[in-house]
């Protein structure tokens, strides 16, 4: 079998290596791979998360190769606009030649090994973003995790609506954006490496005397809703804002904080937060 899942305990180590040089890097401000698997890794990790998810397409996710299967209990990967043609050496549990996931979500849904981390990296037209975020959070068990990728768009051109060549993060932002500014069950932080990831938490929070991220800010949420939806006054509006309607950290300070037990079991005093900013 080629790729990860044929390398066996040497391939697993050299993964391991890689991720922990990575880490190193970070912590002594050198520049790094750092991205969103190892960011998985942490998460699952500190967590004690065991069953991941990869909500991807043919040509988005792209890294399932850099995922150490051993260390999750289950591994599995929904890849819809998969062509039947497609194949890169790993397995895809759930191929999907168009854009319906249904019937994928509805068995993972049933499914005893509920998902607890999940990368979403899927289609970034709004209308596939928003979908993604919505599914991939109701299948999440309660105190998992979710990286959201292609949340930090560089320049107008890569925030293109459109599908276009070469870079293309659509407009995950925007969907991203909308998700976690219109919920209160959930807490979130966006780490500054691979285009941006998005962090989202279900039934944890980050701890509001803790300030390792951007505080809520209700006036920037609800101008944010005001401009939404059109393209061009909503990312000069995001480009402007993006630190404090993202909750933008870097990966060192992501990685210490985790680390410290920032991130706690949702309580009453996290609602009450949430409610003052609403």
Known sequence: MSGFWGRGLEGRWRLRLRRLKRRLLVELDRPSNFAKTDLIHLLSARFSLQNYLELCTATTGNYYREIDKSHFKTARRVMYRCPSRFGDGLPIDFRI?????????????????????????????????????????????????????????????????????????????????????????????????DYGCGVIFKDRNIRSSNDFVPAHDPKLIAQWFDIHNNDADAFSFFMKNRTHLLRLISAKTFL??????????????????????A
């Not at 854009?99 to 068995?107: C, E, T, V, Y």
């Not at 509920?114 to 970034?124: A, E, F, M, P, Y």
């Not at 210490?256 to 409610?275: F, G, K, Y």
């Open 256 to 277: 210490r904080n985790v680390a410290l037990r920032a991130v706690v079991p949702a309580s009453n005093d996290a609602q009450s937060s949430w409610d003052e900013a």
């Open 97 to 193: 030649p168009d854009f319906n996931i249904g019937h994928a979500m509805s068995r993972l849904k049933r499914d005893h090994n509920r998902i607890d981390i999940c990368l979403v990296d899927g289609w970034h037209t709004y209308d596939c973003a928003i979908r993604d975020l919505r599914s991939a959070y109701d299948l999440l068990a309660s105190g998992g995790a979710l990286v959201v990728h292609d949340c930090l768009p560089p320049n107008a051109a890569t925030a293109s609506s459109e599908p276009k060549d070469g870079e293309w993060c659509g407009v995950s932002y925007r969907a991203f954006l909308d998700f976690v500014l219109d919920r209160k069950d959930l807490d979130y932080c966006t780490v500054d490496v």
